[in-house]
T-cell receptor, first 112, second 115 residues
Framework: AQTVTQSQPEMSVQEAETVTLSCTYDTSESDYYLFWYKQPPSRQMILVIRQEAYKQQNATENRFSVNFQKAAKSFSLKISDSQLGDAAMYFCAYIAGNMLTFGGGTRLMVKP | DTGVSQDPRHKITKRGQNVTFRCDPISEHNRLYWYRQTLGQGPEFLTYFQNEAQLEKSRLLSDRFSAERPKGSFSTLEIQRTEQGDSAMYLC?????????????FGSGTRLTVV
């Protein structure tokens, strides 16, 4: 079974600073996809960034980038120039077939 | 199309009552997923449909839970004889078959409180 682990229940960052959220996963598949989702309080989950496992290049979306280490099965999210609106739960997720599997989440707090 | 819609947003029910939730996916999406999310945890897969066929069910989906997608459009999730442990956020998501690797689109969820 595939598992996704987020070891940081909570993180905080000063506005305009950079923060990195960690994620590790376990799989025997060679072809899979990884995601970071953001869930603001009482709002719907939205996709932040996606990584294809067969691509060595790390994905980037504006202020969000990932550090994908396939051999280590590690997939961290870096948020640069943090903004107050980045405060949310962040979930790492994995898919190799039909089912998206989520980690337990990291609550990110942004201090003004 | 405004995305995935879920109704109601909140439901408070007494233990032992039956509840039903509705999900309207993005109209062109033929796959629909149900997840359960307890407070402070990540979403857990319950079941998914491709068109009207229910293709996979999690062991979390006890015999008190049933889901339908009769015409391949909206879906309902029913919980019979609710228990306090059923209190959670129930999330619905949709995607196109073959494009699940691009991620799902989620609704805002239905928060169930069993008292």
């Amino acid at each position: 079974a595939q598992t996704v682990t987020q070891s940081q229940p909570e993180m905080s960052v000063q506005e305009a600073e950079t923060v990195t959220l960690s994620c590790t996963y376990d799989t025997s598949e060679s072809d899979y996809y990884l995601f970071w989702y953001k869930q603001p309080p009482s709002r719907q989950m939205i996709l932040v960034i996606r990584q294809e496992a067969y691509k060595q290049q790390n994905a980037t979306e504006n202020r969000f980038s990932v550090n994908f280490q396939k051999a280590a099965k590690s997939f961290s999210l870096k948020i640069s120039d943090s903004q107050l609106g980045d405060a949310a739960m962040y979930f790492c997720a994995y898919i190799a077939g039909n089912m998206l599997t989520f980690g337990g989440g990291t609550r990110l707090m942004v201090k003004p | 199309d405004t995305g995935v819609s879920q109704d109601p947003r909140h439901k408070i029910t007494k233990r032992g009552q039956n509840v039903t939730f509705r999900c309207d996916p993005i109209s062109e999406h033929n796959r629909l997923y149900w997840y359960r999310q307890t407070l402070g945890q990540g979403p857990e897969f319950l079941t998914y449909f491709q068109n009207e066929a229910q293709l996979e069910k999690s062991r979390l989906l006890s015999d008190r839970f049933s889901a339908e997608r009769p015409k391949g459009s909206f879906s309902t999730l029913e919980i019979q004889r609710t228990e306090q442990g059923d209190s959670a956020m129930y999330l619905c998501a949709s995607s196109l078959a073959g494009q699940a690797s691009y991620g799902y689109t989620f609704g805002s969820g239905t928060r169930l409180t069993v008292v």
